[in-house]
């Protein structure tokens, strides 16, 4: 990348009313550092102390799945990394977004997932949630309720993309409106 188009990147940024970016291979330290970062941005804009929360707990979520995602399945630093990004739309709204490759299948399974939770009425996310909580935590110490208390924060139903990288990986990228 040359100098110059940092400018542009910046530019691109400003237009799109991104407060934080990130890109690279995470590290528990490097979510926490950057979560107390977004945490102070978001009070010092006076943003309501419950959308503060909010947008922290679902950026500290989705930014932990990737991690614990490559740490999983073994991917370098390059192949784990993540992509991160929280902006304020025209609505006022928080928009928190993260990326990073997945084996094909699991993006697969992502999807229908995330497919079914965006069906499900706030009503039906709250009993999903507390289904969920009386399920046996997995062979990875989670509990499954991740996506569901995503969901539940959402303004409207989570977003996300699978794009093919290769054959066997795609690019899983969820949004979540706050």
């Known amino acids: ?30 979510i926490e550092e950057i979560g107390n970062a977004l945490k102070n ?11 503060v929360m909010d947008v922290f707990a679902v950026y500290v979520e ?15 630093d390059l192949d784990g990394s993540a992509t991160i990004l929280v902006a304020r739309n025209n609505e ?7 990326g990073n490759l997945v ?4 993006g697969d399974a992502l999807m229908y997932r995330i ?3 965006s069906q499900m009425s706030k009503d039906q996310l709250k009993a999903a949630y ?13 509990a499954g309720l991740g996506l569901i208390d995503m969901s539940r924060k959402s303004f409207i139903p989570l977003s996300a993309s699978l794009t093919p990288v290769n054959e066997c990986r795609c690019f899983f990228s969820l949004r979540s409106i706050i």
Request: aromatic share 8%; hydrophobic share 35%; net charge negative.
């Open 41 to 51: 941005y978001l009070q010092a804009d006076n943003a309501n102390p419950s959308a």
């Open 1 to 30: 990348m040359e100098i110059t188009e940092l400018i542009r990147l910046r530019e691109y940024f400003n237009r799109g009313h991104i407060l934080l970016c990130f890109n690279g291979p995470t590290s528990k330290s490097l």
């Open 103 to 106: 084996e094909k299948l699991d």
């Open 130 to 142: 507390k289904a969920q909580l009386r399920q046996p935590r997995d062979e990875n110490g989670g």
């Open 115 to 117: 497919d079914a939770l």
């Open 62 to 76: 989705m930014t932990q799945n990737i991690r614990h995602y490559a740490q999983a399945m073994g991917y370098d």
């Open 92 to 98: 006022g709204h928080y928009v928190v977004e993260a």
